[in-house]
């Protein structure tokens, strides 16, 4: 596999940025303005107008923002990507890609690699900071949407060569664990030698020694006793929470498992101890002030001060993540840092965010762009009924048994499809299984990830598993479809790749080349963006762009059907790519 060569944008950027210099010989730190196009060619450079402003008035050889159009398409290097230019009037330029080069580009990525296809992305490490939920506690379907969106954005980062620390920064310290520990105590004294059967239910567990809590002002007053005890790490205590914590892990892992999620546990106990000596670092660089027997920092802009140790002496979330957020930064060295929690935590983050630029841990925002952080928000899920989901009126959805649902559906659905097809006999027990999985998984996740994350969006079966429309149940099989035809042809693929060569006659062949090509540049928006519904429209485009091909130009047995396998095929690879990324697991066969 060669190295990435760059997205199409990077690339005319570089041929652009020649034409600026000698343009401009004074000037050459413009930055190329391009960007696809869909009207009026494939590609535009919008340099001209903002140009103009700058120079106007001044004398020059530019008469207008066109003239600076011209200038920059008589100094263009030749190329082999350009086919044409044209200048409007205001000075934009459109660019018309040339079809043998589109075809030779397609042709270099099937033979070296979709990892040619990666964009270049100018970081060389990020944390991603999902999922995390809190031990003891349900692990909600807000925690699914961070593990979906974290795990997608994680992958992006990775495809483009960076490298992601992905970590779980689940909440497993603070005060509910003295209850959690003082109730075993109490309850099952028996505890060491019944183990985790004594806990049984977690969830149940965490209920009922809340409810002690609440009503029985002595057991309050042992559990917190009991919280100093095991920040002073007593061994009997930190056992008691090591079991607790290991409990609530395997369930997580459940979630993990089936949705083939990896990611490395750093809790929030990992920075307890790094905790103080944070806190005087602040201290010593004037940041933290007394407010109502509390230490605070005051941001500017916010209504609250972040309140970074209570006024019982105790360490809350703040100072966790902003210990969290040194640590990252110089331990792990990372460049980028981005935070996948709903939206309800961004003033949180903002205000982390902020403490951590006073602190010069960050760079003024107007001077260096990395390192930087980066809270990634989303929505909330709702039910039909258009409320917060959940599956009885007051009960919370288990996301194990949520996700086995969409399972089973797909499972029953694709039985009854292979049977009133007469295929049911062709397929094994296994492959339903992995089948079922693949496209029920990917359906849930496909659903979350369409959206644009910031909208609340609403959790329907019957919507995500309907195999028409914007659904992961179509793209699959749209893809399964295209292998098939691919296998249908006999014509072997690797021989094919190595001496067959595209051409793109028909314009819906040229369509379909462009928007394949493209594919470098929309990874680069959605991770530069931390927007995975961009990459998911892009493969929704592509299926559909895929389909007018097929209609419009006979494969098997025609005049072109080398090439326009290898469209087949490239299609495919790129579908591939895109279900990779975002954690789906392809259908081959359908
Ligand atoms: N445990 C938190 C919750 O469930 C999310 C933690 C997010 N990450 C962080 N560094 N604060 O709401």
Not at 188 to 196: I, L, M
Not at 223 to 249: D, F, H, P, T
Not at 379 to 387: E, R, T
Request: some cysteine.
């Amino acid at each position: 596999n060669r190295d990435s060569v760059g997205s199409v944008k990077q690339q005319l950027s570089k041929i652009f940025k020649v034409s600026l210099q000698s343009t401009f010989p004074n000037d050459v730190d413009i930055d190329p303005l391009v960007s696809a196009s869909t009207k009026f060619a494939d590609y535009q450079c919008n340099n001209a107008m903002g140009l103009w402003s700058r120079i106007k008035g001044k004398f020059t050889e530019f008469s207008n923002p066109n003239s600076i159009g011209q200038a920059i398409v008589e100094n263009l290097p030749p190329s082999e990507m350009v086919q044409s230019t044209s200048v409007a009037k205001a000075g934009f330029i459109n660019i018309v890609l040339s079809n043998v080069w589109i075809a030779k580009h397609i042709e270099n990525m099937l033979s070296n690699g979709i990892r040619e296809w990666a964009p270049i992305i100018p970081v060389k490490r990020a944390v991603v900071d999902f999922s995390s939920p809190n031990i003891a506690k349900e692990m909600h379907v807000g925690h699914l949407r961070s593990t979906i969106i974290g795990d997608t954005l994680s992958r992006m980062l990775e495809f483009s060569n960076v490298e992601v620390l992905r970590r779980n920064h689940v909440g497993d310290w603070g005060t509910q664990f003295g209850m959690l520990i003082e109730y075993l105590f109490e309850m099952f004294p028996n505890w060491e030698d019944a183990g985790q059967q004594a806990i049984g239910d977690l969830q149940e567990f965490y209920k009922s020694s809340k409810k002690k809590f609440d009503e029985d002002a002595s057991f309050k007053e042992r559990a917190q006793r009991a919280v100093v005890r095991l920040q002073g790490g007593e061994e009997k205590y930190r056992n008691a929470w090591k079991q607790i914590c290991e409990i609530s892990r395997r369930e997580f892992a459940q979630v993990y498992q089936r949705l083939g999620i990896h990611l490395e546990e750093k809790g929030e106990s990992f920075y307890n101890p790094f905790i103080p000596d944070v806190i005087q670092e602040l201290s010593d660089k004037g940041l933290i002030e007394e407010s109502e027997g509390a230490r605070v920092i005051f941001i500017e802009g916010q209504s609250i001060p972040l309140i970074v140790v209570k006024s019982d002496g105790g360490y809350n979330y703040a100072s966790t993540d902003l210990t969290a957020l040194r640590y990252r930064l110089r331990e792990e060295k990372a460049e980028w840092i981005i935070y996948v929690t709903d939206v309800g935590q961004q003033q949180h983050f903002d205000m982390v965010f902020s403490a951590a630029r006073r602190a010069c841990w960050l760079p003024d925002p107007k001077g260096n762009l990395y390192p930087k952080t980066n809270h990634v928000g989303f929505g909330i899920v709702l039910g039909q009924d258009g409320k917060r989901f959940r599956t009885r009126s007051t009960e919370v959805v288990r996301l194990v048994d949520l996700l086995d649902e969409a399972k089973n559906r797909c499972k029953k659905e694709l039985q009854q499809r292979l049977e009133n097809n007469g295929k049911l006999g062709e397929w094994s027990e296994q492959e339903l299984e992995r089948t079922a999985e693949a496209v029920g998984y990917g359906a849930v996740k496909y659903a979350d990830l369409k959206n644009n994350r910031l909208t609340n969006y609403m959790f329907s079966f019957d919507q995500m598993l309907n195999d028409k429309g914007n659904t992961a149940v179509y793209l699959l099989y749209a893809h399964a479809r295209i292998c098939s035809i691919i296998r249908k042809s006999n014509r072997d693929l690797t021989e094919l790749t190595k001496s067959g060569s595209i051409s793109l006659g028909h314009p819906d062949e040229r369509i379909l080349g462009l928007h394949l090509i493209r594919f470098a540049e929309i990874v680069e928006e959605a991770c530069m963006n931390l927007l995975p519904n961009v990459l998911c429209e892009y493969l929704y485009n592509l299926s559909e762009i895929f389909t007018r091909f097929y209609t419009s130009c006979q494969v098997i047995g025609s005049a072109e059907e080398t090439s326009r396998l290898l469209l087949c095929e490239a299609t495919a690879v790129v579908m591939r790519k895109c279900f990779e990324v975002l954690g789906i697991e392809p259908v081959y066969k359908i």
